[in-house]
């Protein structure tokens, strides 16, 4: 059974009911330009991993409303048809206030989660008000989904960190709500997760879910352990249960893939051929080509990568005027101070890199800071020698999964850092440790100078990976795991009675 027929089946079965997906980003956004209304997809790779689920399922997706326009074209219940060209699912707009939003987004998700979750070093920034905002956004969202559910029973699939309180206040609300929540960034060690303000308030929000999913089983460990450590319930860690207010939470490791067969689909169109063709037009005419495709943030490493690239070209000069390095840098989050100083670091090391070693007729590393079609990413994977992917830390990171998808030709190296949820499945990548340049470095010079042989071995396995565990994959995945843990809810009433208080970490197995 393919992994689409899978899903169906799962959503199908069991009473499952309405299928609503609810995120902090929306698929679509609406603007206007010359005077009419036209339509976006923002990037991101939630959104681009959840857009071909609601395809397929033609449910109901909840978000924030964010476009210019996007009052302009919903009815009276703030929902529109999407996608715009191919309308097959529902999207539910929320509207969020600026003051809200900039305490919610700004401040408590994006100053004080992100990077209390991601090991980078950046200092976390908490704020009682802006946890407020977090709080009243959550409600906002849960009056939202409670418009779409009533009180039928529904399978509600919530993203990220954004919207953790939201299972809890769901719960609540109506309890025959099947709840999953998916957290696509890491989750830190209970020492880290300690110094979070409110840790108690976000685990019992969480824990309203029927199913906590992360990427990896790492990010599952750290998480029975806070729960151990901090949380309000009783913990089975061989089995990865939690008990609270006499109802199981399942918490498990579901690795998110890409839609295989939509993507190498993608790669043989004629927008992506004319793109390759600009594209080699661009970069200059016999020159090996690298690419790095990235939201610009700080977690990426894009500026360790390109210290890297100076270094190579430092150490091996038989690559001057020979090797062009494409690097997308897709604006985000400028209002934040700490976002406005990383995009000044990468223009103060591009222009570096390039004064020192560019010629006139050869510029080692172009930089584009804007968000491109889907066409022209792809037409990059498909004419670059080598495609660096090298976060600091990333809870899987999908441009490496992509790369692979669209290289039908068996040839390209991708080089990925250690630190990246992919690396677990994409082992066959040359895997670098982002932190040190030498090792960039050294992974770049490896994949130019790959024999084709070993290029061909490598990207098979990887491509092999990425088809096994797509999108659809990845939601029958989770969504089999929901209807089990409601199976146990009904089956285990009182099973976990006599663990008490979680045990001391050292008494549990997280196996």
């Known amino acids: 059974m393919s992994a689409t027929a899978q899903l169906r089946q799962t959503l199908d079965s069991d009473g499952l009911g309405r299928f609503i997906v609810v995120s902090n980003r929306e698929p679509f956004e609406h603007e206007v330009h010359d005077g009419r209304i036209v339509w976006t997809q923002p990037a991101g790779g939630v959104t681009s991993a959840l857009e071909p689920l609601l395809r397929r399922t033609r449910g109901t997706w909840v978000a924030q409303g964010s476009g210019a326009a996007d009052r302009q074209v919903v009815d009276r219940n703030s929902r529109v048809m999407a996608p715009p060209d191919q309308p097959s699912y529902t999207l539910k707009r929320v509207w969020i206030p600026e003051p809200l939003q900039r305490g919610f987004y700004t401040s408590s998700s994006n100053r004080g989660l992100w990077p209390l979750c991601h090991n980078v070093y950046q200092r976390p920034r908490f704020s009682e008000a802006d946890w407020n905002c977090y709080r009243r956004v959550n409600e906002l969202f849960c009056e939202s989904v409670l418009e779409e559910a009533g009180d039928d029973s529904a399978t509600v699939f919530i993203q990220d960190y954004h919207l953790a309180l939201l299972p809890g206040m769901l719960r609540s609300r109506n309890k025959r709500l099947r709840l999953a929540h998916f957290w696509h960034i890491p989750w830190p060690s209970p020492e880290v997760f300690s110094i979070f303000p409110w840790k108690e308030e976000l685990l019992d929000g969480l824990l309203g879910s029927d199913l906590v999913a992360f990427h990896l089983k790492d990010h599952v460990v750290n998480f029975l352990h806070s729960v151990e450590r901090y949380g309000n319930g009783e913990l089975d860690g061989r089995r990865r249960l939690v008990r609270r207010d006499g109802a199981l939470t399942s918490v498990r490791d579901f690795p998110i893939g890409i839609d295989f067969d939509r993507h190498c689909a993608l790669a043989h169109t004629a927008k992506v051929e004319a793109a390759m063709v600009r594209w080699k037009q661009l970069v200059g005419p016999d020159v090996t080509v690298g690419i790095g495709i990235d939201r610009m943030d700080y ?26 390095f494409v690097q997308i840098g897709v604006p985000s989050r400028g209002e934040i101070p700490e976002y406005q100083a990383l995009a000044q670091e990468i223009n103060r090391e591009v222009a570096a890199t390039n004064s020192r070693w560019g010629t006139d007729g050869w510029t080692p590393i172009q930089f584009f800071a804007q968000c491109l079609p889907a066409e022209e990413m792809v037409a990059l994977h498909r004419i670059a020698t080598f495609c660096l992917v090298t976060p600091l830390q990333d809870g899987m990171n999908l441009v490496a999964k992509e790369f692979a998808a669209s290289r039908e030709d068996l040839d390209g190296v991708l080089v990925l850092s250690r630190f990246a949820g992919a690396a677990a499945e994409l082992d066959s990548a040359i895997l670098v440790n982002p932190f040190l340049d030498e090792d960039i470095a050294h992974g770049v010079a490896q994949a130019l100078t790959t024999p084709r042989r070993e290029r061909k071995l490598r990207m098979y396995r990887m491509r092999a990976a990425v088809e096994s565990n797509t999108t659809f994959a990845w939601a029958a995945g989770i969504l089999s795991e929901l209807r089990n843990v409601w199976k146990q809810n009904a089956r285990e009433t009182g099973a976990l009675k006599g663990l008490g208080r979680a045990r001391r970490v050292a008494e549990v197995s997280f196996a």
């Open 299 to 324: 977690t990426k490493g894009i500026p360790e990568r390109l210290r890297a690239l100076d270094l190579l070209l430092e150490r091996q000069p038989e690559w001057r005027g020979k090797l062009v």
